[in-house]
């Protein structure tokens, strides 16, 4: 099975280098991953006492970054090395000031993982979520190296409860602790005969909280919204929407259009190119402002303003201290987007119908904070409610978020002192 699973590999690495040729975006990861090795050789030396911390992409790695920063803030003597799969995770953090080494990590063959552990000599490793690359496993468990993975969260179709998924199993007994999300997870392990799992929860929760304390203010969008001071804080009637994509900005313009002088609306597209914008903004009837270009507009021209459109990237997660209800875009294509920074700021949410494999929105849904919508009608229901009768949801949806912090110092702790 090892065989088949390298065989696998070596064809993957194949198809990378041909698809790199003519794919931007492939073509950032296999550049990233041949300067690898040369990376970790310019930066950690025989030694130093790393931890080396894998997340996949940008949402791992926002797991993940609680508790490398509670690693350095706590042993400044560690020195993290941070390993991408994906360039749109690389690509945003690769200047992250919280790891002293940031690169890709080489496709996961037998020699690349075995020239990457002789270099990095890791004393920690920490794979966060979904990470398991069966030969790096493999090569640190037979150096023995302290292997944990974090916010785990564990389905009943995945591979290691298959059949055929032996190796799969056996990649997992390379990890001295198992941090899951939830119960059902550590039952489905204990099925296997895995019992090294502790019921953590998921990171993420600590950093929404972490970034609702560092949210800076944004002055555009006080004005846009009716702010005047920092302690008049009108938030009626504000609708934000967080990484959009084409079908949800189709029910969201009409929203908007029909409700214009009632309900304002900040949306902050998943992506950001003139082309996108310009689609969006072609949906509107109504008056609205783009955030770069209107920086200099007076605040009374602001305030009649209906939408704002961010066509920037970062400000998101700032953005939601100034809603009262949050549509989070994505659930009309893969699945939906991040959902808790949005209940962080107590702000019920709307999204889409590809909800159910993101446990944390199937949790909002059944405290009252969240709703699922798949036509028009429901969308526009949906909102009217929020918007309506807001107290409940809202305190619902802080009550959630506040009741589930606390894995970050439960991982440390097992971690540090093991």
Not at 84 to 100: I, L, Q, T
Not at 203 to 229: C, H, M, P, Q, Y
């Amino acid at each position: 099975m090892r065989y088949l699973y390298n065989i696998a590999i070596w064809f993957y690495c194949l198809a990378v280098r041909v698809v790199a040729m003519f794919n931007p975006k492939v073509r950032l990861m296999w550049q990233g991953e041949q300067v690898a090795f040369d990376k970790i050789r310019g930066n950690v030396v025989d030694g130093d006492r790393v931890v080396w911390v894998h997340a996949a992409s940008l949402g791992e790695f926002e797991q993940g970054r609680p508790l490398i920063e509670k690693l350095k803030r706590e042993n400044p003597e560690y020195k993290i090395v941070l390993t991408f799969f994906s360039p749109s995770g690389y690509e945003v953090r690769k200047n992250y000031v919280g790891a002293d080494v940031i690169c890709y990590l080489p496709l996961d063959t037998v020699g690349n993982a075995r020239m990457f552990v002789d270099l990095v000599k890791p004393e920690k490793v920490v794979f966060v979520k979904y990470e398991f690359w069966l030969n790096y496993l493999r090569e640190l468990r037979h150096r023995g190296v302290e292997t944990y993975i974090i916010s785990a969260i564990f389905r009943p179709g995945q591979v290691f409860f298959k059949w055929y998924g032996g190796l799969f199993r056996e990649g997992l007994k390379a990890f001295k602790t198992l941090f899951v999300q939830n119960e059902e997870s550590k039952e489905l392990l204990k099925g296997i005969g895995v019992e090294n799992v502790v019921v953590a929860g998921d990171t993420r929760f600590d950093r929404v909280v972490d970034v609702v304390v560092a949210a800076k203010r944004l002055e555009i969008v006080e004005s846009f919204v009716g702010i005047r001071n920092e302690e008049c804080g009108m938030r009626n009637g504000v609708l934000v929407v967080g990484s959009s994509w084409g079908p949800d900005e189709e029910l969201l313009a009409e929203y908007i259009n029909s409700r214009a002088g009632r309900v304002k609306m900040i949306i902050a597209p998943h992506e950001v190119r003139e082309e996108r914008i310009k689609e969006l903004t072609e949906r509107l009837t109504c008056k609205y402002a783009l955030y770069n270009e209107e920086c200099g507009m007076r605040n009374e021209e602001l305030k009649d303003v209906d939408v704002l459109v961010i066509n920037t990237i970062g400000l998101l997660s700032s953005i939601y201290q100034y809603g009262q209800v949050a549509y989070i875009g994505g659930g009309f294509g893969v699945g939906i987007h991040n959902t808790l920074e949005a209940a962080a700021w107590g702000m019920p949410v709307v999204f889409g119908p590809n909800y159910k494999k993101f446990k944390e929105a199937c949790e909002l849904i059944e405290c009252g904070a969240a709703r699922s919508i798949e036509t028009k009608e429901e969308c526009f229901a949906a909102l009217d409610e929020f918007f309506e009768c807001n107290a409940e949801p809202a305190n619902a949806a802080t009550e959630y978020v506040s009741s589930h912090v606390g894995a970050t110092n439960l991982i440390y702790k097992n971690i540090v002192n093991n």
